[in-house]
């Protein structure tokens, strides 16, 4: 068996421990098109049929495997040894990500299991394992077509078409067992705050004893506290000796040690506060623009997966290289190690969720959204890039069925009961029902069109929305909400000008493309009363040729022009 092991990083630097085993690699892998595994106890065997690379989905090139027609279910087997030293405390199974209901066995017997495609889950498996060999089998169900799982932009027909992509399929994350002491620390909140020159802390742990937190910056200490936890949640405060602040292109992190007994772990946070003001977006009390631009997150090698830490940085600077200050995370939840490096370079990123392929209409649809969601915005509550939360995307009509709208309610107010520090977003684009920001999305390609309909909020306090009426009703009213334009552009581009889908007739030139490129930005950063605009889209995506670069990440053009158009000083900027 190959002992190669891909992603070898640990897989969420924001609660590092540095007793762990990377099971990425090769596992046993089985396709199981009848979904009938766990009636025949597959669970139970001594071996599968075939061979895969995890953490890469079956689909993809990297995993071996390249098979992209539906799977309703796939099957995984690995043999870990496990030494007697590591069973004194707890043991714990992790997934980065499993798409979508996995059933996760140890030694035979079932441990549990989670539905979800997009985030972290674990079992405390204890109990199940013993000095030496073990045998992990995880059963990954998946059903593309079933309109209460997100899907995202996954395809729901056989082939990829237009905006929607290849699938994945099962294990497309890293895969970890991690050792701690009986005490341990479960998971920390953090909540810094530039003014006061704090950090507050809020940590759940597990057992009694005393609680430290430690923060360092450059290596020097700037502050701690401790306290003894006598239950279940401690907190505490640290006061920064150093002011550092976080901002665009700064990341300024502070490293935090946090001990809880035997128990260690590192973490890290960023010193800024984020805001709506009015119609501006600020950042430590300071209106910036957001010039934003989509990432779909899909690599040509990985699908959802990147092949290594280096290609999740590379998508960030190119991004920065076109003049760009974040991006909308669109229609998935990205890895954690992709907001590590948007924290550390100074990135800022709106939090999203797969909600396509749901059916907004059916109230069943809460169960789909409410759990993982909540899951992720805990997962990435202490990121200080994430600035917003959007849940979700575009909720046009299923099958002539207007959407309900207390999902839609429900789900944002949910979201700010747990964050109160960031703005959400209820729906991208359409139809909003209760919404911090309101925006919009506009692919018209004609310069003097979109800046006639775009200057009345200028000049007559009107916006423009194409979306408001629906079937001949107003679908939805904007009420002097902050104003972001989070889709416009989408300009067609390939050298060779081949077929590929995209929004809009392509420019026959390179400077016709540069030309209206340039005018529709403008008209957004010459708005005083937009915050924010989002370009679609940063690299090409299977079919869909309208990215800055390739799929393959190739440039389509010098990138100096659009840093210059991007970046210049927008009218609501201070």
């Known amino acids: 068996m190959s002992t190669f092991i891909p992603r070898p990083e640990y897989p969420e630097p924001q609660f590092e421990r540095t007793d762990w085993i990377n099971l990425n690699g090769e596992w046993e892998f089985e396709i199981d098109h009848s979904a009938s595994g766990r009636e025949r106890k597959l669970y139970e065997a001594d071996s599968l049929s075939s061979k895969i690379i995890v953490p890469f989905c079956p689909e993809s090139s990297l995993s071996g495997i390249g098979f992209k027609d539906f799977m309703a279910a796939v099957w995984y087997r690995k043999v870990v040894n496990i030494p007697k030293e590591k069973l004194d405390g707890r043991v714990f199974l992790n997934f980065g990500a499993v798409d979508y209901e996995a059933f996760v066995y140890v030694n035979g017997k079932e441990v549990g299991s989670h539905k979800g495609g997009y985030v972290r889950f674990g079992f405390d498996i204890t109990d199940y394992v013993k000095e030496g060999d073990n045998v992990i089998t995880v059963c990954a169900e998946d059903d593309t077509r079933n309109n209460l799982i997100p899907t995202g932009k996954q395809s729901y027909r056989h082939e990829s078409w237009g905006c929607f992509y290849t699938r994945t399929t099962g294990i497309w994350q890293t895969v970890w067992l991690e050792f701690t002491p009986k005490s341990y620390i479960k998971s920390v909140k953090i909540f810094p705050d530039y003014k006061a020159g704090t950090a507050e802390i809020q940590a759940d742990v597990c057992g009694y004893g005393t609680f430290r937190a430690e923060a360092f910056f450059d ?34 992190l ?23 003001d009015g119609w501006k977006f600020m950042l430590n009390d300071r209106s910036v623009f957001m010039r934003l631009v989509l990432d779909q997150g899909f690599y040509p090698d990985g699908i959802y997966t990147a092949k290594d830490d ?17 991006a909308r995370l669109h229609e998935k939840v990205f890895e954690p190690r992709f907001l590590y490096h948007c924290d550390r370079l100074g990135y800022l990123a709106w939090g999203e969720y797969p909600n396509w392929g749901i059916d907004y209409s059916n109230p069943k649809a809460i169960a789909s959204v409410y759990y993982e969601w909540v899951e992720a915005v805990n997962r990435d509550f202490n990121h200080p890039s994430i600035i917003g939360w959007c849940p979700f995307n575009e909720t046009w009509d299923y099958e002539l069925r207007k959407q309900w709208d207390d999902l839609l309610r429900i789900i944002y107010k949910v979201t700010k009961e747990i964050d109160k520090t960031r703005p959400c977003i209820d729906t991208s684009g359409n139809f909003h029902v209760e919404t911090d920001i309101f925006d919009v999305h506009d692919y018209d390609q004609n310069v003097e069109t979109f800046k006639e309909n775009y200057d009345k909020l200028n000049n007559e306090g009107v916006l423009y929305d194409r979306t408001q009426k629906r079937n001949g009703r107003d679908r939805q009213t904007w009420r002097g909400e902050p104003v972001f334009l989070s889709e416009y552009g989408g300009i067609r581009w390939t050298k060779e000008q081949s077929d590929g889908w995209g929004y809009g007739e392509a420019p026959k030139t390179e400077e016709e493309f540069k030309a209206r490129y340039k005018g529709l930005t403008d008209v957004l950063l010459d708005n005083k009363y937009m915050c924010g605009f989002c370009y679609t889209q940063l690299y090409d995506v299977e079919q869909e040729i309208n990215g800055f670069y390739t799929y393959e990440r190739e440039a389509k053009f010098d990138m100096s022009f659009f840093k210059e158009v991007n970046s210049r000083k927008a009218a609501i900027e201070d």
């Open 254 to 276: 502070y490293d935090l040690r946090l001990t809880f007994g035997d128990d260690c772990v590192k973490s890290y946070f960023g010193l800024r506060n984020v805001r709506m």
């Open 219 to 252: 290596g020097k200490a700037v502050g701690s506290f401790q306290r003894d936890a006598n239950g279940e949640m401690v907190c505490g405060t640290i006061n920064l000796s150093e002011i550092h602040v976080w901002d665009l292109g700064q990341g300024n």
């Open 310 to 326: 280096a290609a999740l940085v590379r998508d960030i600077e190119l991004s920065l290289a076109a003049g760009f200050n974040g």
